[in-house]
């Protein structure tokens, strides 16, 4: 475990500078299974960490842009209507939204209505 925890920090350090403790808390958040809540102004590489983290362990990623016209189905998915091809009849497919990723980044959280 050590030696993996290692690994990361190295490929993360390749592309961020200067910050160690945030690397470390969303690393030891990854580890035990929670979540995150990383505030700063923009241009930290809050997006870069997250995003990277993601691709260095091999897990998939996906980033909501909270607006105020956000809907729940644009965060969970929706059943979209299709004709089949082959048989010409109509059919539901579920296209699932960012939510079914295993690192999700809520951007602007705090512009999100509460109905979302």
Request: glycine share 8%; proline share 5%.
């Amino acid at each position: 475990m050590k030696n993996g925890r290692e690994q990361i920090l190295s490929e993360l350090r390749k592309l961020i500078i200067g910050q160690g403790d945030v690397i470390e808390e969303v690393l030891l958040t990854l580890f035990v299974g929670g979540n995150s809540l990383i505030v700063g102004v923009p241009g930290l590489a809050k997006t870069l960490l997250i995003h990277t983290i993601a691709q260095v362990v091999d897990l998939k990623f996906s980033r909501i842009q909270f607006t105020p016209d956000l809907m729940p189905s644009d965060i969970t998915g929706t059943d979209v209507l299709e004709e089949d091809h082959e048989t010409g009849h109509k059919v539901f497919r579920f296209v699932h939204g960012p939510v079914f990723h295993n690192i999700i980044l809520a951007d602007e959280i705090n512009r999100t209505p509460p109905k979302t």
